[in-house]
């Protein structure tokens, strides 16, 4: 596919996907973030559906998906935030810092220090990526995504092993 064709294709379904992604929200910042956030994620296989009769259709379920892994981030985030600020988490937080930014720069050392198709793999699953859609960014099966997920996920508690609760 050529730089001409992909540029008309967007062109021809932007308003398109501006009218469906009003049904999501209605700002129109979160509307454009939207649109283009879809187009980017549709990239790497809209050369398969430029011309396929279920185009909108395709990128209206890649629309759907991103805008609910965002809220899904939103949510955890906001209830972690939640968690933190109730009892006295905030306090034993503020009172820490300092061994906080050490717990931060072992886990962000550890997790820069996994093999490459792990650490691929567990980073855009942190991002909000599902299984499937890791898996096809990266051209393998879903059931190794989930493996390599797993083993980053064991390698990670072994290498930080020192900050399991002790009960």
Same mark, same amino acid.
């Given at each position: 596919?050529?730089?001409?064709?992909?540029?008309? %294709?967007?062109? /021809?379904? /932007? =308003?398109?996907?501006?009218?469906?992604? %009003?049904?999501?929200?209605?700002?129109?910042?979160?509307?454009?973030?939207?649109v283009q956030e879809t187009f980017i994620r549709s990239l790497s296989s809209l050369e398969r559906f430029i011309h396929h009769p279920k185009l909108v259709a395709w990128l209206f379920v890649i629309m759907r998906n991103v805008y609910i892994n965002k809220y899904r981030k939103i949510g955890k985030y906001?209830?972690?935030?939640?968690?933190?600020? =109730?009892?006295?988490?905030?306090? /034993?937080?503020?009172?820490? +810092? *300092?061994?906080?930014?050490?717990?931060?720069?072992?886990?962000? =050392? @550890?997790?820069?220090?996994?093999?490459?198709?792990?650490? +691929? @793999?567990?980073?855009?699953?942190?991002? *909000?990526?599902?299984?499937?859609?890791? @898996?096809? /960014?990266?051209?393998?099966?879903? *059931?190794?995504?989930?493996?390599?997920?797993?083993?980053?996920?064991?390698?990670?508690?072994?290498?930080? *092993?020192?900050? +399991?609760?002790?009960?």
């Amino acid at each position: 596919m050529n730089t001409k064709q992909l540029n008309l %294709t967007i062109e /021809q379904n /932007q =308003s398109l996907l501006k009218r469906v992604a %009003t049904k999501f929200t209605k700002n129109p910042y979160e509307i454009e973030e939207l649109v283009q956030e879809t187009f980017i994620r549709s990239l790497s296989s809209l050369e398969r559906f430029i011309h396929h009769p279920k185009l909108v259709a395709w990128l209206f379920v890649i629309m759907r998906n991103v805008y609910i892994n965002k809220y899904r981030k939103i949510g955890k985030y906001r209830t972690m935030e939640a968690e933190l600020m =109730s009892g006295n988490h905030f306090e /034993q937080l503020t009172y820490n +810092r *300092g061994e906080s930014k050490f717990v931060l720069h072992d886990i962000q =050392s @550890a997790i820069r220090e996994l093999p490459e198709d792990n650490y +691929r @793999a567990l980073t855009m699953f942190l991002d *909000g990526f599902k299984y499937h859609e890791i @898996a096809e /960014q990266l051209q393998i099966p879903e *059931g190794t995504v989930k493996t390599r997920i797993h083993v980053a996920r064991r390698i990670l508690k072994k290498k930080l *092993g020192a900050y +399991r609760k002790k009960n």
